[in-house]
């Protein structure tokens, strides 16, 4: 991209760092995007280092993108979104750290993420990708739904669809439940010949290997496999309570985001899927939101 | 105990390795218990040295508490039966050992429980402590129902219980599920004050933590609470339903063993209760019965 006529006086960027990668973008007073790059994982709550380290690498790609010097990383006034920093104690490590920006802005990934979605307005998002939870902003008061993490929670995300599955497909191996659709392609897809080989595979395996098993599950329950569509529909029905429970009257905006988007959205209850409106901007441009926000509210 | 009169040319070690510990006991050849050593972890499949080491651990213990000297390791039979090496890759493992024993006959921690229960015959057991099982040996013949682990199997398990539990606490403490007797109790037993604390406790935590909550669910159970019904009853059906596709015409012997027996015992189906018998012997005197059988066959 070019960058003749950048001010430099006054550069965003913007972050979404998550589990498996960290995306930032270098936009200027305007809000043009000038360049975009994007970092390894940074969640602090999976590694402070790793996260620092995925920032800063990707401030420096998405400076590069621009064709901006390096050096200009200690002009950058940043607003970042990290997953994990809803824990109180990721997030004051993050905020111990002594980064090379000129300023930083530290919040949540659903914070970013909903402020982008509505445009730095009020809202509320439900997100369903590897993970799933809600999460609202009206008036200043936040409302946190889920986002309690794998194995335990994070009910209708694609590491909980791909979990489910696995159990039942287990159990219908081995006779306990009826035969279904998904046991031969999950074999399959997996390289294994039989349930002995299939434990073998998934043991230990974390919440991004799980989510990856999740269109076996939608593809059996579009073919109405019983056992799919019962995985489907509770985690489906968990996402719809969500939203019920995040709605207010008069009715807020509400987008549901997350790499399983499509997929879930048709399994969705019909009041939900009512309410629901496409996002404005991604994440990262949230983070520039919030960044800009919080400058304003310094003067 | 006193070892004067032993005939050490012919000494039998009964081992029963898991996941957190490794149980071995000194047996002469009529069958008297002379000495026990309980070792580390014996579970292969999280690391075939730590198995190793606990196993000569706990067989130099029992030898010791049988007053028997160090150096007779190397006169013992072994009878050893270690969780995980239902996996091939892990017998393979455990069977390039060079071991410091006279003899070792290695099998699984399946099959030394089934013919400790039934003394050498056949017959099924089912297992609920921290995972779960079904498991039977019938002329020769081997069925394995479950032992697929956490967090994607071993339904009805202590882990299993442990786990919806959590998941049922945080749907409940974030409003989407009705209130549960389990929710403060969960917090309280964990030092948790609220649902962001209880996130942070249950993060990354084994099989072995999930296991350690089990009870709240069969309190709450006791007490009619709806949430730990729902968990009890669909973990006991499975338990059962496993019993089911275990026993034959005419019936076969039948136990329920492992740390939940007394809790589990009493949610089965009444058809199972009325075929379960209690085992004879534990574990590690079936893995001498096992080393008693391959020597007998040898001849």
Redesign the interface.
């Known amino acids: 991209m070019v960058a003749n006529s950048v001010d430099t006086n006054r550069l965003y960027l913007g972050v979404d760092g998550g589990g498996s990668k960290c995306k930032a973008i270098v936009v200027d007073t305007t809000g043009v995007v000038l360049g975009t790059g994007i970092g390894g994982p940074a969640n602090p709550?999976h590694g402070v280092e790793q996260a620092m380290t995925s920032i800063v690498d990707s401030a420096y790609l998405a400076l590069s993108d621009a064709n901006l010097p390096a050096k200009l990383i200690s002009e950058l006034v940043v607003g970042m979104g990290l997953a994990g920093v809803?824990?109180?104690?990721m997030y004051e490590a993050m905020l111990q750290w002594q980064h090379p920006f000129r300023k930083l802005f530290l919040t949540t990934d659903l914070h970013i993420a909903c402020l982008g979605a509505h445009e730095g307005n009020d809202g509320a998002i439900m997100i369903t990708g590897t993970g799933s939870c809600g999460y609202s902003r009206i008036d200043g008061e936040t409302t946190i739904?889920?986002?309690?993490?794998f194995?335990?929670?994070d009910?209708g995300s694609g590491a909980w669809l791909g979990?489910q599955a696995?159990?039942k497909v287990?159990?219908s191996l081995?006779?306990?439940e009826q035969d279904s659709a998904m046991n031969q392609t999950m074999l399959k897809y997996l390289n294994c010949e039989n349930d002995?080989q299939l434990?073998?595979m998934?043991?230990k395996k974390p919440a991004s290997f799980f989510a990856k098993l999740a269109f076996i599950v939608f593809d059996a329950a579009e073919q109405q496999d019983p056992l799919a569509l019962s995985i489907v529909e509770v985690g489906a029905s968990?996402i719809s309570?969500?939203a019920r429970?995040l709605q207010l009257a008069p009715p807020i905006r509400m987008s549901l985001i997350g790499g399983l988007t499509p997929k879930v959205m048709a399994w969705l209850a019909a009041d939900v899927k009512g309410w629901l409106q496409p996002p404005v901007s991604p994440p990262e441009m949230g983070a520039v939101i919030y960044a800009k926000q919080q400058i304003e509210s310094e003067i």
């Open positions: 709550f809803n824990l109180p104690s739904i889920g986002a309690h993490g194995p335990h929670g009910i979990l696995v159990t287990l159990t081995d006779g306990l002995l434990v073998e998934v043991a968990y309570n969500v429970s």
